[in-house]
């Protein structure tokens, strides 16, 4: 069987597990990759290499500093801190939370936002019996995804479609081509959540135990009777604030500015290995590895690109302009559920491009809407690496599919109108 056929039925074999969970979803996940190895879809090495990929060690290391943040009391001072100017209102929290995160994303690195929010969000959950973090993460890193897509510097997907538009039609975006529609969607997004979205969550995933949260009494203790070291707190307050500002002044790689954060909490013994060993979920880490490698697997088998020559062979001779921005946009959505929003862009931009000189369609208007329906895919941990970093949080991949779907269908339709109001079809 074709490498690119094989990889195309162990992706759906695994769906089917992740959505049932017959086995458990971390162990599903390294099957995926170990069955794209051994079919001979990909090779060991683009599959598992994705191990040691810095958004896995970003994320590691992000852990660490929230493991160092709760060792220290770090995490109790603040927590108390943001509740009292919450008003302990978790609703107020995750709303004002996406706001901030949301605007930051549009200039700053996604995942460096929610790489810094990780141990901020852990640090109010340890704190108040009130608010959970799987209520929080997943909306923040929707609120970051989109906010990223506003701007041309915000996220990768729109430097790779800008690449493409220029390459293949001579057309440029510019800083604020994607701000229009882009806001759209993230007033669209933020109404969603506050009057649907967050009640939807906290139903969907109810009282699910969360694998660091300790039992109300015990959070609430840690608040009401501390016992903090000071020069420790100070420490720790010292490497969060330098960890923030290097992610924001951008001077070395995100990731490097993790690890540093990191290994600074251990030699300063803010936290120790044992510490890290005993409270790491490393369930989270190996199932985001796993995400990765079957990311990389259905590029290199070829599975991407039939999925692409298929929606050429479904468009046929179209030739009405909305129909085709229709077909192509919620293709790319799809796509982007099961692979990064830039080997999407990689495989429907193309195709848009081509369709637009033969027709005459306008190729921004097609670029500007792949890049936006390929930012905001939310409805798999293997959509992009924010939506992937929530898996901290516990999140079971149903939660993803039963949480994204309604926004994905606001986003759809957000992007099916706005976009061609910005920018006319033809």
Known sequence: MASDI????????????????????????????????????????????????????????????????????????????????????????????????????????????????????????????????????????????????????????????????????????????????GLALFVIFLAYLFLFGYRDGKRLWGDRQEWVMSEKEEKIDSVLQPHHNRRKLIIMFGIVVLMIISYIAGIVPVVVTAMCAALLCILTRCCTVNDVVREMNWETVIFLGSCLGLGNALTVSGTGELMGESMTAVLGDISSPYLVFIVLTVSTLFLSQFITNSTAIIIVLPIALALCENYGFNPMTFGVGITLAASVACCTPLAASQITMTQVAGYQFSDYLKFGWKPSILFLAGILLFVPLFYPLV
């Open 6 to 181: 094989m990889g195309l039925v162990i992706m759906c074999i695994c769906i089917v597990l992740f959505l049932t969970r017959l086995i458990p979803t971390v162990v599903t996940g390294v099957l995926g990759c170990l069955l794209m190895v051994l079919t001979g879809a990909a090779n060991f090495e683009d599959v598992f290499s994705s191990f040691s990929d810095s958004i896995v060690i970003l994320m590691f290391c992000a852990m660490i500093v929230g493991i160092a943040m709760f060792q220290t009391g770090a995490a109790p001072v603040l927590g108390r801190v943001v509740i009292k100017w919450a008003h302990g209102d978790e609703r107020i929290f995750l709303f004002s939370s996406c706001l901030i995160t949301g605007i930051l994303a549009m200039f700053l690195a996604n995942t460096a936002i929610l790489a810094a929010m990780i141990p901020i969000v852990d640090s109010v959950c340890r704190t108040s019996a009130h608010i959970r973090r799987r209520n929080l993460l997943l909306p923040i890193a929707c609120s970051i995804m989109i906010g990223g897509a506003c701007t041309l510097v915000g996220c990768t997907p729109q430097l790779t479609a800008n690449a493409l538009l220029l390459k293949m039609s001579g057309v440029e975006m510019g800083m604020w081509t994607l701000t229009g529609p």
